[in-house]
């Protein structure tokens, strides 16, 4: 089990975001509190895009399993696709359930 950490130096934006996270209809809040690292993948190995904002909503696009994660939803292996190639761990997303809310990604 992992603990994705944070890095609240990087003030959340990133050039070329997709619009796809743009028109999705639901959006899913993050843990309140919490700044959490965007990764080009499903794993805390990947590389952090990006660094969510306070108080962010985001849309799952698709979802894969990964890496365990443990986060204040608790411990899961499930990670979200909330744009194109950023990922970030169910364990810090409230989607209401523990296991999947939408497809899997391909």
């Known amino acids: 089990m992992a603990l994705e950490e944070v890095r609240p130096e990087t003030d959340g934006t990133a050039a ?16 309140p509190g919490y700044r959490v690292n965007v990764r080009s993948g499903p794993g ?7 660094v969510l ?3 962010a909503r ?16 608790g411990t ?21 359930s523990n296991g999947y809310v939408t497809i899997r990604c391909s």
């Open 76 to 96: 899961t292996n499930i990670w979200d696709c909330i744009a194109n190639g950023q990922f970030i761990s169910d364990a810090y997303v409230q989607t209401g």
């Open 58 to 73: 985001v849309p799952i696009n698709c979802q894969k399993p990964g890496e365990w994660i443990t986060g204040p939803y």
């Open 53 to 55: 904002q306070y108080g």
């Open 44 to 50: 805390t190995q990947y590389e952090i895009v990006r």
């Open 16 to 31: 070329g975001t997709d619009d796809v996270s743009q028109r999705s209809a639901t959006r899913y809040p993050v843990a």
